[in-house]
């Protein structure tokens, strides 16, 4: 945001063509454009911005429901982009179990990252076009299923948050066993 109008324009025609280049590649059978936002609603958050200071989250969301081959009225979604986890911040935790096996543990990190996901969405990070707020991979799982299988006493696993997160994500996250 800020008091650069022609800017602010550029780039939320950007956001509207990629968002009409995604909805064409439904095969709408429409050569010309799919989606439709009133011109005053585009003045409108345009102006809006432009009185603002900031980063924000410029979304765009479908109205209402369209038959194929119908143009698709759509909105725009502005929310701040806030600052939601800063670095080591913790996310979410679980309890692993004295002498659980490797696919034991498994099972309570793959819940545990199920909560993280959980708790970084209710706390206002953005999921992606996937719906995921950030990715680990299996071998991260499994790498860290064999260091926690077999330990002698109850300890608590963490999710935190590896870098400053911020609602348009995505999530990074590193493991903490206590």
């Known amino acids: 945001a800020g008091p650069n ?5 550029t780039g939320l025609k950007e956001i509207l063509s990629a968002a009409d280049a995604y909805v064409r590649n439904f095969n709408t059978g429409k050569l010309d454009h799919v989606i439709y936002l ?3 609603d585009f003045e409108i958050i345009r102006d809006t911005l432009a009185s603002w200071q900031g980063d924000f989250v410029v979304k765009v969301v479908v109205t209402r429901n369209s038959l194929f081959g119908e143009a698709i009225p759509v909105r725009f979604d502005v929310s701040a982009n806030k600052l939601i986890y800063k670095p080591g911040q913790v996310i979410a935790e679980a309890s692993l ?4 096996s490797e696919q034991d543990s498994q099972q309570v990190i793959k819940q ?5 996901h959980l708790n970084a969405k209710q706390e206002g ?7 995921a707020v950030g990715k680990v991979t299996y071998e991260q ?3 860290l299923a064999k260091k926690t299988k077999g330990i002698n006493k ?20 590193d493991f903490r066993l206590r």
């Open 141 to 143: 799982i499994a790498s």
């Open 38 to 40: 009133p011109p005053l």
């Open 97 to 100: 179990a004295p002498r659980l």
């Open 125 to 131: 990070v953005l999921p992606d076009a996937s719906g």
């Open 154 to 173: 109850t300890q608590r696993l963490q999710t935190i948050a590896k870098t400053a997160t911020y609602s348009i994500g995505p999530l990074e996250i």
């Open 112 to 116: 545990l990252l199920a909560q993280t």
């Open 5 to 9: 109008k022609d800017k602010l324009e």
